[in-house]
Each structure stands twice: as structure tokens, then as C-alpha cells.
């Protein structure tokens, strides 16, 4: 072979590596997947809706409510107009859950108490002795049955304060001041009232004044020409 020749052959096959070199550089791979789909994800809340029928009255609802279910919604009133100086007072109350989850727990609070004179019935401003204070009205809830009879068994529990078969007299223990904060209800076995959806809990509620205020001479006008007022509010909460 000549050198010309020669020359040639080898500029020829280098030519051929560097075609086999960047064939190689481009070339393709073979590549595996696999995948599934998991379509169609919510997220979603259900309701936890309050009704209040006092005394089988009109029921008020905690839907109608224009401040997010927070105790706005005005319902029917618990005691109308009772007699300051005629003792324990009661009411009964259905409380039910009409929405789609149950209830944790029942909780009540008594807010805005105030004692003053009652001049909107007399037109006078004579009172005596020592102002009585929300701390001198006591307050029990005793859970019932349906009819608002107190059973003697242990299927139900006074509520509020003291967990026992029934209520005791209302005493110092508890008062309109002191449940001024959301008090947690209990029920049988000494455990947390929960409220599942679609059922009911009725309760009997009783404020009495101090039964001291007009024991003595010094103190049986203690309550003349007296108004207490007050709000309860009941309140459900989510499991």
C-alpha cells in the first residue's frame, strides 16, 4: 500500500471512531414506570347543630344564629318573671343535637348576672340591708328523663355541681357567679354528658336565693324590691 493510500485508510478510520463515538453519545435507553391514581379527594365538615326548647316552648336553634353558633341566637326565657322571695325556682330544658356528629360534651354558663333594685316594677329606689350579689342566687341542673321526673336510680346524674343520683338543695356550692365560665355537665357513672347527633338530654334547673337572706329580722328585707337578671347559655362541642 502506498503512503498516499495509507494516509488515507487511517484518516478513514478515524473518521469511523468518531462516528461510533457520538453514535454512542446520543444514543437510547430503554426506561420502565408505573403509576396509579387515587381520584376524587374531599375534605368535608359535618354539623353540630343545638336546639333549646325551654319549659316545651318555642325551640330556638343554634343554625339561626348570626354570630357562628356562639350563643347570639335569642331563645325562649328559662324564668319568667318568678318570684324572688317564693324559694327555689325551676324550669326544665330539652337540649338536643340536630346535626350530622356527635357531641363530646354539654356545657353551660350563667353571664351578664346582675342584682338591682326593682324600680322598673315600682318606681322606687327603696332597698335594704346589704345589697344580695349573683354569689347569694344558688343554681342545680339536674339531668332527667323524658317527662322531667327525677329518677331515684343511678340512669341519671345531678349535673351541676355535685355528681350525685339527684340534686341536692341548692346551696353555696354553686351560684350564678360561680358558673360564670362553661361548666362541663356529667351524667351516669360520674362521666362527661356527650349529646350524639339526632338525640336528646332534659334537664331541671333550679335557682334559689340564699335561704339566709330572710332568716333573721336584720335580713328578711334583704330582698325586697330587688331584680336579679341573668343569661344561660349551653353549649355542644365536637368529639
Known sequence: ?????????????????????????????ASFNAQV??????????????????????????????????????????????????????????????????????QFKVSSCTVDKNT???????????????????ITVQETGLNYDTPTNTDVYCAFPTLATTCAS?????TLASASSFQTLKTTGAATATLNQNTDKYYVITVEPNPTLGSTPTTNNVLQNRIVTFALTWQINQV
Open 37 to 106: 391514581t387515587n381520584p376524587g379527594n374531599t375534605f368535608a365538615s359535618g354539623t353540630l347543630f343545638l336546639h333549646d326548647q325551654p319549659n316545651g316552648g318555642t325551640t330556638c336553634t343554634s343554625e339561626s344564629d348570626t354570630f357562628n353558633n356562639q350563643g347570639s341566637d335569642t331563645c325562649t326565657i328559662l324564668f319568667p318573671s318568678k318570684d324572688l322571695t317564693a324559694g327555689a325556682q325551676t324550669a326544665t330544658l330539652d337540649l338536643h343535637n340536630a346535626g350530622k356528629i356527635d357531641a363530646a360534651n354539654i
Open 170 to 174: 341548692p346551696s353555696s356550692g354553686a
Open 1 to 29: 500500500m502506498s503512503r498516499t493510500n495509507l494516509k488515507r485508510y487511517l484518516m478513514l478510520l478515524a473518521v469511523v471512531g468518531l462516528v461510533a463515538i457520538a453514535a454512542g453519545g446520543s444514543g437510547t435507553f
Open 120 to 138: 322598673a316594677a315600682t318606681g322606687s329606689t327603696v332597698v335594704f340591708g346589704t345589697d344580695p350579689t349573683c354569689a347569694d342566687m344558688y
